[in-house]
Structures are given as C-alpha cells and as structure tokens.
C-alpha cells in the first residue's frame, strides 16, 4: 500500500519556523521525485517545492524560494521541507506528493500537480501574525 504520511505542520507566529516531514512507503523511492503542494483557503493549488535526489536537482516556487529549504533522507525515504521566515500568507495545508520521475516536473523549473501519481492526506501549516 502506496503512504505518503506528512507531519511536522501545526501553529506558529510569524517570523518562524516549522519543519514538515513526509515519509513514504509502498512504491519505489528512487523512481520519484517528492513534492510539496499547498492548498490555502479560497486560492488555487499551487507548487511550493520539489527534490530530485537522483538528479541533484530542487524547485522552489517564487513564493517560499530563499525562506524554504528541501531536502530528502534516502535512507529513511523521508523528505523534510524547512519553513523558516514564516508570514501569514503561508497558511495552508501542504500536501506531499510522489511526482513521476518520467515527467519534467520538478527538474525543469516547474512542478505540475498532473504529474503527481500518489498524495499526501495533508497537514495543515497556520502563521498567526
């Protein structure tokens, strides 16, 4: 059974820092590319950063780049996504995602949620200003 199971999420002031974490099971760890999406209240779906660890290659959305920071244990199939300099508008339940790796999403400069084959449940992520 394919699990993408987020954690980490929960309530901070801005100007802080949270990290998530999604480990995954169930399918083949290498053969994907781990994203992140964020869904906030009222807005659409949107990308907020990717990591091809076979690549060496990372995405960040215009948005979070320079506050937000990706990275990926291989060993524990687990990604960890960094929010620091958190603001308001950040709030949002964050999804992980497994991006197909046969796709260009996440390893040239964008990230398509139609190339996601399995998905997170989500984890809600709420900055109080």
């Known amino acids: 059974e394919v699990q993408l199971v987020e954690s980490g999420g929960g309530l901070v002031q801005a100007g802080g820092s949270l990290r998530l974490s999604c480990a995954a099971s169930?399918?083949?760890?290498?053969?994907?590319?781990i994203g992140w999406f964020r869904r906030a209240p009222g807005k659409e779906r949107e990308g907020v950063s990717c990591?091809?660890?076979?690549?060496?290659?990372?995405y960040y959305a215009g948005s979070v780049k320079g506050r937000f920071t990706i990275s990926s244990d291989n060993a524990k199939n687990t990604v960890y996504l960094q929010m620091n300099s958190l603001k308001p508008e950040d709030t949002a339940v964050y999804y992980c995602?497994?991006?197909?790796?046969?796709?260009?999403?996440?390893?040239?400069?964008?990230?398509?949620?139609?190339?996601?084959?399995?998905w997170g449940k989500g984890h809600l992520v709420t900055v109080s200003s």
């Open positions: 995602a497994a991006v197909n790796g046969t796709t260009s999403s996440c390893l040239l400069g964008y990230l398509d949620y139609r190339d996601v084959d399995y």
């Open positions: 169930g399918f083949t760890f290498d053969d994907y590319n």
């Open positions: 990591i091809s660890t076979r690549a060496a290659v990372t």
